[in-house]
């Protein structure tokens, strides 16, 4: 068994998705099992560099996770032959920017999502990736959630039979930050700065329809600025100038509908911050992060419609928990292996740039939409 290196340029990890789940949960973690098995029996090493602007912040984060290398110049670190992959989880409206960079310099790159916040852009990217011949990808990390999991095998199964519809609730009560400090940054309610519940979460359900439910014919979307006044991290009060809500309606080929409710306005009264309830004709079944519950058609009730009565009937009892028959990965970490393999073992991974421009599209048809209220039709990813 030999170590095999790999060196990672990791750009925005002072974030908290940055930190949490790219840095200590996903290349940290791997690095905690003494590295990836690979076929052959050696273990891949990953060896991050972070980068960031803030000196203070990206040395106190290294220090404080064991990690000996850090810089404020990304010019230098790209030069290093050393490194060869380059990860960005900073701000969208710098990605394009940056990634471009990294793949000038010969770098292989892969990226949170969006990657970018206008569909031109996007595909820009991604060409410029593939003609560089880089390895790339995008992370849609809610493909590897045990919830989800869970459901595309009930799915994939035929449990459900053929799929009618779906709803997908997705939110939770992000605080104004005036009495008590937000759980999200203040960015995420400035268009101007790239924020937006469309922008962040639209590029997520598309790619969760596609790979879930079918492929996607056509969208109506509303978006909404509920709270129109907030508090930034400094305390200081703002005007909300991003939609923090959004309700959606998608047409598939297949002829399901998918109904999308997004908002950082909602308080939450459901299984979990994010719940996928799809209808079949042969059963149902509900999904969260980690748990899928399922009602077969020969276990669905019987209810009858009395408003003059209480209802008797509780609806929960009648759901059978899909239980879990191995250990699940981290999602983020599932998909940051699969790329791993991917740059050192050129083996398949389908979730690349060119992937992710269809969350863009998406989300841009989504605004479309709202802007000239009414359906919009989705066409086909240009090649």
Known sequence: MMERRIGIIMHGVTGRMGMNQHLIRSILAIREEKGMLLPNGDRLMPDPILVGRNAEKIEFLAKEHGIT???TDLDKALANPDDTIFFDAGSTQMRAELLKKAIAAGKHVYCEKPIADDLEV????????EAAGVKNGAVQDKLWLPGLLKLKQAIDN???????????????????GDWTP???PSWNYRKEDGGGVILDMMCHW?????????????VVCRGAIHIPERWDENGERYDATADDAAYAIVELKNGAIVQIASSWCTRVRRDDLVTF??????GSAVAGLTDCRIQPRETTPKPVWNPDEKQTMNFFDDWQLIPEREPFNNAFKAQWELFLKHVVLDTPFRWTLREACKGVQFAELALKSWDEKRFVDVPEMEK
């Open 122 to 129: 996007a595909l820009d990217l991604a060409k410029t990736a």
């Open 182 to 184: 937000a759980q999200r």
């Open 206 to 218: 598309r790619y969760v329809i596609d790979n879930l439910f079918g492929d996607v014919s056509s």
């Open 69 to 71: 290398r850090w810089t």
């Open 158 to 176: 035929g449990a459900l039979g053929r799929i009618l519809d779906v709803r997908i609730d997705f939110g939770y009560w992000v605080f104004e």
């Open 277 to 282: 309830h799809v209808n079949g004709t042969h």
